[in-house]
């Protein structure tokens, strides 16, 4: 993966005004009934890899008992804002090996886009077959797939705090290179203080796009019988149900 984006690292106590818990809450429901659905047996553990601020934990926990990773330090202080009684682990959904602990499920929301090359896709695999007991299941959430991948295109939004902060941004999403694994999203933030100053920064999220045919393949190479999803707002979604041994 490469350098860390701004939103999550010096401008990370922003992250809840570009995106707040609640927007999150029908996605999560959704990701929650589809990890039902492939698990055989009673779901009760889920470990998030890239977890960032949160926010499907916020939801998710009123139904597991979540346990949630994120490289960034900082987006870990974040979700505790929010997920006090939740464990936190520092640590990459490419390398990360909890000794001695399997979870009924393991969920990768869209964090899982900052995975740039197929071989960043397949070890996050690995690293989700390691944490997950037999016949527990993983739900992969990319924001596209190659296929259905059509830059550029623009994006807006924001929120404003019970602190008088606020935040507005502008994303635009472009493909320089087709023929490669990543393209780029550009943000502009305008940044309300509460004393009412205003700063725009800008930040650079390199992200990964791949066919649908790797997320299958790197699930199955794990060990996961793989189903492919569209959810009702148009994106692929991969469950995989582990095999026994």
Not at 16 to 32: D, I, V
Not at 223 to 243: A, E, L, Q, Y
């Amino acid at each position: 993966m490469n350098e860390s984006p701004r939103l999550y690292s010096d401008l990370a106590a922003w992250f809840h005004l570009l995106t707040s818990p609640h927007e999150y809450r029908e996605e999560a429901e959704y990701n929650a009934a589809r990890i039902v659905e492939a698990a055989s047996g009673p779901v009760n553990t889920v470990l998030e890899l890239g977890s960032g601020g949160g926010n499907n934990a916020y939801h998710m926990k009123q139904r597991f008992t979540m346990t949630l990773l994120d490289l960034s330090p900082e987006m870990l202080d974040v979700s505790r804002q929010i997920n006090p009684e939740l464990e936190h682990i520092q640590g990459d959904m490419r390398s990360i090996r909890i000794a001695g602990t399997q979870f009924d499920a393991v969920f990768v929301h869209d964090a899982v886009s900052y995975l740039t090359s197929e071989a960043d896709v397949r070890a996050m695999a690995a690293t989700a077959a390691f944490h997950c007991r037999q016949l527990g299941c993983v739900l992969v959430v990319p924001d596209h797939i190659r296929e259905h991948f059509i830059p550029p295109y623009t994006d807006c939004g924001g929120n404003d705090g019970l602190d008088g902060r606020g935040m507005r941004y502008l994303m635009w999403s472009m493909d320089p290179d087709p023929s490669d694994t990543t393209y780029l999203a550009d943000f502009a933030y305008m940044l309300r203080e509460s004393d009412g100053t205003v700063r725009v920064e800008h930040d650079r999220h390199v992200l990964g796009i791949f066919p649908e045919s790797l997320w299958i393949s790197a699930l199955d190479g794990a060990g996961f019988d793989v189903t492919v999803h569209t959810d009702p707002w148009n994106t692929r979604v991969f469950s995989g149900t582990k095999r026994a041994t």
